[in-house]
């Protein structure tokens, strides 16, 4: 099966990226009841109200071959959040990362930061990507910071680009890293890491 | 049948567009080449080797429920160009202008700002939209300051977003007009409509 329809294992030190599958429903539940992740209004984490939805949405994108979903493992094996590629183009070699949440008790952990290693060095050394894309929500600060601090750049802000479960209209944040600028976000999320590290030893 | 999956006749006083057919790909190719399109590395232009191909992909689009062709009828009644609908997004209320291609004897003459009033008035005020957006390649200036002459506005511009038969990396520059802004843009055709009927009188 080509690498573009195959969900591979990513292994890191201190993270685990492995296919998401249904039996991981109550986990994940689990994992976004700690922080109750849900309730921002401009998150699109599953609650125990929607999961069921969440996984039929996700499976489906799936079968087009335009995402792979993860569950993201900690170090003890116990599922602390999901990510995926999503809107991936083999013709054009680009993919989207997101639909990433996790336990309020793994952020700003370093968690995510080896998630974005493991899922940037795929989508560039083994898909051969020349560009990946993040999307966030215009009010959704947290993420836009997040997103900056790996070195991606902003291309643009879609305008009235969605309509949220609750009818608002959501102006999308789109930000990218190329192929060439992917040596410098690697280097610049390896100090990252080592920075994580320092500090929880 | 939804209204976001009929494509529609659209009639105007300059031109007409209805929905595009098999047997349009005769007249298609004709107009194509008034102006060797085709060597315009920015654009994707059918020829005789591709168009086959072209509809194929254009009509797989159309069946998914992502996009309504048209031809474009010059008040002559002959075939001048093609347009779409397409990315359509009932749920969001969103979809894109594009795959616009006229020959060259009715480019600068007026006909496409009567075409893009006619889209946008289907658009906003058929279909219910939030959002219309028009993109185009970095380095299609001419098309580029059309969208802009409308009064659509620039989101951004998505690095790598494409790569062309060429084998260049296409930057694509997105625009958008959201409802609020509708009335505006539509009084901007009007007047941009007098101007041409006032210099071919």
Redesign the interface.
Known sequence: MSNWRETPVLSGGHVTLRPLAIEDRDALVAATSDGRLWELFYSLAPGPETIDLWFAYTFRDQEQARSMTFAVEDKAGRVVGSTRYLRMNE????VEIGGTFYAASVQRSGVNTEAKLLLLTHAFETLGC??V?FRTDWFNKRSQAAIERLGA???????????MPDGR?RDTV?Y?I??HEWPGVRRNLQMMLGRHEEKSA | MSVWRETPTLAGRHVTLRPLAMEDRGALLEAMADGDLASLFYTFVPSPETVDAWFDKVFAERDAGRVLPFAVIAADGRLSGTTRFMRMSEADKRLEIGGTLYAKSVQRTGLNTEAKRLLLGHAFDGLGCRCVQIRTGWHNRASRAAIERLGAKLDGVLRNHKIMPDGHFRDTVVYSIITDEWPGVRANLDLLMARHEEKSA
Do not use: E, F
Request: aromatic share 0%.
């Open positions: 013709s054009n070699r680009r020349v560009c894309q750049k902003q291309d643009g802000v879609l305008r009235g680009q969605r309509i209209v789109v990218s190329l192929d």
